[in-house]
């Protein structure tokens, strides 16, 4: 009967076993078919070989100082790349620990994990997750986020073959790197080297263990655990990962109950932004620059370098101390001294802080609705076709807003109108630094404050530019044969013009009236009447071709009046040509960049300046007497006096007319440097001289700023005279300069257009 029974069963026996193996088989078959198709693409993207070999990422371009020092980024993403080296040891222990124990065993997918997460689902428990760092890496790099359960089931499958030719392409080492450039941390820091910077102030391979376990934590979800947002929570997890490593032996016990009981310091944390940092006026000059040559300069595949994705590296000539000294100068005399001098000024005055001689009321509305037009706001309206009449509304319409003020930004609810008149009361600046010999610009200031105050005074804005204009007519006399000593009678020249009219220069004093002075003493003393004398012994187009000779390319109207300083030119334009004195005769072209790396640190382009001799050494060197004539007892004469300087320096302060714009130009052997001072309208000024001349307004800039360069040892900036010629000169240059100061009836000297 038994017999028989197990007869029975065989066939259903050999029946399941044939099922079961059939089944196992169709399943083997049919995974091998699934990843067969999912390697060939045909069930998702698939990267080839050459994307694995370069993976596409949104690099952001660096700015770099002369010294060094990260200025700044163009970025899309504010990605930039570290390599393994650059991780610190317990960046690399707490990724591991809490993400991935078993990394460096496993080849892309952790079976033992994934087995571990799946039976945690099914059971409804959390046993933490299956993915490999190399898997979380293949997702951030290769796909978007799934729109269903079922698309990111395939997607896992993606990842899994992703994962497995990315552990054939890259070492471990270089798995983890790729995967912490990549990974977005929030509050625009993208990649662990942004991260330490924006969170901490500090870089991957300095981070503390705290900060570094704050940062894996952030891996499992960086939008929950938002430091700057939730600090508990983010504590929370920090301990979790330190525990982790506790677990694992990469941390004691011991110091792991000191570290977790410390709380989420954030006090260094800083957004990085375009509005704020050193030179941000300088970075958006280069930004145009910089996007004008990634046009015309194109990567191996002939696409053009795009300049917010290519990862460049641009190292500038900026020199990031003398940078700083530069800003704080600008601050300190504006916010300290000049700006509440100029609010006092015209306290209590209807048409503050406009000047009009007659109609004043149309001049101010004319100049306010100008700055409505010119205003973002408006643009925005006006882009929008809203009418012309709710435009005008809107402008008058009370809105809370942010305002500039020197103590700090206030929040109030005004019109833009009012606000537009309340800037109008600022004063701003520009200052720009250049090393003689190299062209190199070692400081850039284009104004108060960029958030606020967009305008660049260094590159954009033209201003007329007073009595500095002078040493290029008395560069023409130098050219000539005359010298420093030559004596002129110091009388009101009448010059008659093309048109039959006449021009006679005026001076602010009466002063030496009748007397014969000399160049040096004229030019110390901004002297009008000795410049009226040069220009007609010369011509306006003889002035215009030396100035062109010394880079200067706006426009020059070529009347007796541009000896004054009738014409508008750039300080940028201003300090290269005074520059020339200094370098010997030689125009130098002031430049912005040494060189342009790609990605992997390959020299693009490297950059001179350019250069042309612009007159002879002797007449450079005579020139540079003359200016120190300016500071030894003319109108600069307050840099012995009240700042205290001994060392030689040339230079030239300028006083456009109304006081609308104050000029200093300083150089010494190893720096020329150029500061105009003004209010955005010509209309808004100081109404006296004594306030509103170029040795009040910007020469206190230079003084603070040279102050502080020279007291920086690391700089080491040479308080040495100027290196005479080496040919014995043809004239002399030894003028009674004792006379000369008998003639100064007081202490500061006005110096007018």
Avoid at 291 to 312: I, S
Wanted: glycine share 6%; aromatic share 12%; charged share 20%.
């Amino acid at each position: 009967m038994e017999t028989q029974n197990v007869k029975k069963s065989k066939p259903g026996y050999r029946k399941f076993i044939l099922f079961f193996w059939s089944f196992f088989l169709v399943a083997i078959l049919s995974v091998i078919v699934l990843f067969t198709l999912i390697s060939q693409g045909k069930l998702g993207y698939i990267p080839t070989f050459e994307e694995l070999e370069n993976p596409k990422s949104n690099l952001a371009s660096e700015v770099y100082s002369y010294d060094g020092e990260l200025l700044g980024k163009y970025f899309i993403e504010n990605r930039s790349d570290v390599t393994y080296t650059e991780l610190d040891t317990n960046l690399v222990a707490a990724l591991i620990a809490t993400e991935d124990i078993r990394f460096y065993s496993h080849s892309g997918i952790d079976f033992r994990a994934l087995g571990r997460a799946v039976s945690g689902a099914l059971m409804g428990q959390n046993k933490g997750g299956g993915s490999t760092i190399t898997q979380q890496f293949s997702k951030l790099l290769f796909h978007e986020r799934p729109q269903s359960k079922t698309k990111r089931i395939l997607q896992k499958l993606n990842e899994w073959v992703i994962a497995t030719k990315l552990e054939q392409r890259y070492s471990k080492e270089e798995i983890i790197t790729l995967y912490l450039n990549k990974f977005d941390f929030v509050n625009n820091a993208v990649g662990i080297k942004s991260a330490a910077k924006i969170y901490f102030n500090s870089t991957p391979d300095s981070l503390t263990l705290e900060q570094s376990a704050t940062l894996i934590g952030m891996l499992k979800n960086s939008a929950l655990y938002n430091p700057v947002r939730r600090p508990e929570m983010v504590q929370d997890r920090r301990n979790v990962v330190l525990n982790q490593m506790v677990k694992y032996g990469y941390l004691d016990r011991e110091t792991y109950d000191s570290v977790k009981m410390l709380p989420v310091d954030m006090s260094n944390f800083k957004r990085q932004s375009h509005l704020t940092g050193h030179a941000t006026y300088f970075r958006e000059y280069l930004r145009g620059s910089l996007k004008q040559w990634c046009r015309e300069h194109f990567k191996a595949d002939d696409t053009p370098y795009d300049l917010y994705k290519d990862g460049l590296k641009v190292y500038t000539t900026i020199d990031v101390r003398m940078q700083q000294y530069a800003e704080e100068a600008v601050i300190e005399h504006m916010a300290n001294d000049l700006q509440p001098a100029f609010f006092k000024h015209w306290k209590g005055h209807t048409n503050a802080p406009f000047y009009f001689e007659n109609n004043a009321g149309e001049g101010i509305k004319r100049l306010m609705n100008a700055a409505m037009r010119r205003s973002e706001r408006y643009r925005k309206l006006k882009h929008n076709n809203v009418p012309a009449d709710s435009i005008i509304l809107s402008f008058n319409t009370p809105t809370p807003m942010t305002i500039f003020h020197w103590e700090g930004e206030i929040d109030t609810v005004i019109t833009p109108m009012d606000s537009i008149r309340y800037y109008k009361f600022y004063l701003q600046a520009g200052l720009m630094s250049v090393e003689p010999q190299t062209g190199y610009v070692k400081a850039y200031v284009g104004g108060i404050d960029y958030k606020h105050f967009k305008y660049d005074h260094v590159s954009q804005g033209a201003r007329q530019v007073g009595s500095t204009f002078k040493p290029f007519l008395y560069t023409l006399a130098m050219q000539n044969g005359l010298s420093p000593c030559s004596k002129f009678a110091n009388i009101q020249p009448i010059i008659y013009l093309d048109n039959g009219d006449t021009w006679e220069p005026r001076n602010s004093s009466s002063k030496d009236l009748g007397t014969e002075i000399t160049l040096q003493y004229a030019l110390a003393t901004s002297n009008n009447w000795i410049s009226g004398w040069l220009i007609k012994r010369f011509s306006p187009q003889s002035v215009v071709k030396i100035v062109r000779n010394m880079g200067v390319t706006s426009f020059l109207d070529p009347v007796p009046a541009i000896v004054l300083g009738s014409s508008d030119l750039s300080l940028y334009e201003m300090v290269g040509a005074m520059n020339t004195f200094v370098n010997k005769g030689v125009y130098i072209e002031p430049i912005f960049i040494t060189r342009i790396e790609d990605k992997n640190g390959n020299v693009i382009e490297s950059f001179v300046p350019e250069m042309n001799e612009a007159m002879s050494e002797e007449t450079a060197y005579l020139m540079l007497e003359l200016m120190k004539g300016v500071v030894n007892y003319g109108t600069g004469i307050r840099l012995k006096l009240k700042y205290k300087f001994e060392n030689p320096i040339a230079g030239k302060t300028g006083t456009t007319n109304n006081h609308s714009d104050g000029w200093f130009m300083g150089l010494t052997p190893e720096l020329s440097t150029g500061i105009w001072v003004g209010c955005e309208d010509r209309a808004a000024h100081f109404r006296s001289l004594y306030l509103g001349q170029g040795a009040n307004m910007a020469l206190p800039i230079w003084a603070i700023y040279m102050q502080k360069v020279y007291a920086d040892s690391t700089i080491n900036l040479s308080m040495e005279d100027f290196e005479p010629p080496l040919e014995p000169l043809s004239v002399g240059v030894d003028c009674d300069k004792f006379e000369a100061l008998q003639k100064i009836n007081s202490v500061i000297i006005d110096d007018d257009f």
